[in-house]
């Protein structure tokens, strides 16, 4: 069965370094979404790509954040500087045209900031 | 105040028991309602979504909405130790758009 792939599994960094995670999500899917999740609630999302374009970045801290698609496939989202607040589970979900309601999540990327 | 509210558990049953969720929500505007299960470590996994009111049944689990009331309901039946998880409530305005999560409900199904 087909999967969203996401690197690294777990991420550990001090504040103020630099941060990246990776998403590859099922081949065919054209939307693709970024979602954070803290410990004890729900993922809430920051950022939203329709293939290779932003839909939604509304809640993105872009002073620190930032996040590319740049062939409408797969998508990294970068954290410069990290801070101790970022430490959080970072899910990417990804869903097709056709079946918009059904999303599909990768097991994330626990980040802990120190 | 939260979009959604959903009481966090956890909620411990027995084997065979039936389990009860529900969320509340205060935006009228959403149409989509779904409920994820997440295990630990893990992401969400779909389990099932209604479009608008009614009710909506696959295998042990039944989903009901009441959009007069903002208020939606996941019963899982006869539950299992497996079914021992976090259970996420969503919505969203429409296919495609963002989803706005409840907090999670934690279930324990005890042997």
């Known amino acids: 069965e087909a999967e969203v792939a996401q690197s690294p599994r777990y991420k550990i960094t001090e504040k103020s370094q630099a941060v990246a995670f990776w998403c590859d999500p099922i081949s065919g899917h054209a939307t693709l979404y970024w979602y954070r999740q803290i410990l004890g609630q729900g993922p809430e999302l920051l950022v939203q790509?329709?293939?290779?374009?932003?839909?939604?970045d509304s809640q993105l801290p872009k002073d620190r954040f930032s996040a590319e698609r740049l062939k409408g496939v797969d998508s990294t989202l970068k954290i410069q500087p990290a801070e101790l607040g970022d430490s959080a589970m970072y899910l990417c979900?990804?869903?097709?045209?056709?079946?918009?309601?059904?999303?599909?999540f990768g097991s994330g990327t626990q980040l802990s900031v120190l | 105040q939260k979009e959604v509210e959903q009481d966090p558990g956890p909620l411990s049953v027995p084997e065979g028991a039936i389990v009860s969720l529900n969320c509340t929500y205060s935006?009228?505007?959403?149409?989509?309602f779904m409920w994820y299960r997440q295990y630990s470590r893990k992401g969400p996994e779909l389990l099932m979504y209604?479009?608008?009111?009614g009710n909506k049944e696959d295998g042990r689990f039944t989903a009901q909405v009441d959009k007069s009331s903002k208020y939606i309901s996941l019963f899982i039946r006869d539950s299992q130790p497996s079914d021992s998880a976090t259970y996420l409530c969503a919505m969203s305005q429409a296919a495609g758009n963002k989803l706005t999560f409840g907090g999670g409900t934690r279930v324990l199904v005890k042997p």
């Open positions: 935006n009228s505007a959403f149409q989509y």
């Open positions: 790509f329709q293939d290779e374009s932003v839909v939604d």
């Open positions: 209604t479009y608008s009111s």
């Open positions: 979900a990804s869903s097709d045209r056709d079946r918009a309601v059904k999303l599909f």
